[in-house]
């Protein structure tokens, strides 16, 4: 019995090239001619080792997860850190990667969730999106409920909307920095909203 035929590409290499192609273009914009030349591996090698187009996404959407979301949520969770150091360091971890010239500007998920009004995503690649736009949210939600120092300053008290504030600046600075804004000039938005909900 002979051997499936030899892969001759790296699988992640491949898969973070999708990834950017996406970040870049959204889901609809991105074709596979786009894809094709980034990954730099034929069409039929794409369907052998990734499946269709929504198969590609959703695959490029987990890798986005595990490569860069993870990075900015252990911050948030660093032992011995003031809520607030936490939170500011979280939050322009984010920015930065938004302001990144070695990326596509701006965030995967944000561009990628506003498509979902327009109806072109099929189904699977649409609950994916729409269960990654509550992680951020349900995470600080958590947080602002049961850390002590939240509690102690009165946070649990609108942990909903809290959480809803700083989601919605992160939301912004991803477009903000999509039409050229730097991390600079985004911090001060940053510690704006954090002063703002009592995080002094």
């Known amino acids: 019995m002979t051997s499936g035929r030899k892969r001759e590409f790296d699988y992640d290499i491949a898969l973070d090239a999708a990834m950017h192609v996406f970040w870049l273009k959204g889901y609809a914009g991105a074709s596979f001619s786009d ?3 980034k990954m730099n591996i034929n069409k039929p090698s794409i369907y052998r080792a990734f499946g269709n187009k929504e198969d ?3 695959k490029a959407t987990q890798r986005y997860l595990d490569t860069k979301m993870k990075t900015h949520m252990a911050l948030l969770f660093e032992e011995g850190v003031a ?7 979280h939050m322009m971890s984010i920015v930065d990667m938004q302001c990144s010239t070695t990326n596509a500007k701006g965030c995967y998920l944000a561009l990628c969730q506003s498509e979902l009004i327009g109806g072109g995503i099929p189904l699977q690649a649409e609950l994916m999106l729409k269960e990654t736009d509550g992680i951020l949210t349900k995470c600080y939600e958590e947080i602002f409920s049961n850390d002590p120092e939240a ?5 649990d008290k609108n942990a ?5 504030s700083l989601y919605t600046i992160l939301k912004g600075t991803a477009s903000m920095a999509r039409s050229g804004a730097v ?3 985004l911090e001060y938005s940053v510690d704006t909203i954090l002063a703002g909900i009592g995080l002094h």
Not at 83 to 89: D, E, H, S
Not at 151 to 155: A, T, V
Not at 160 to 164: A, I, V
């Open 83 to 89: 809520l607030k150091t936490r939170f500011k360091q």
């Open 183 to 185: 991390k600079s000039e």
């Open 160 to 164: 909903k909307s809290n959480s809803l």
């Open 151 to 155: 509690i102690l300053l009165g946070l």
């Open 35 to 37: 894809l094709i030349e």
């Open 56 to 58: 590609l996404f959703i």
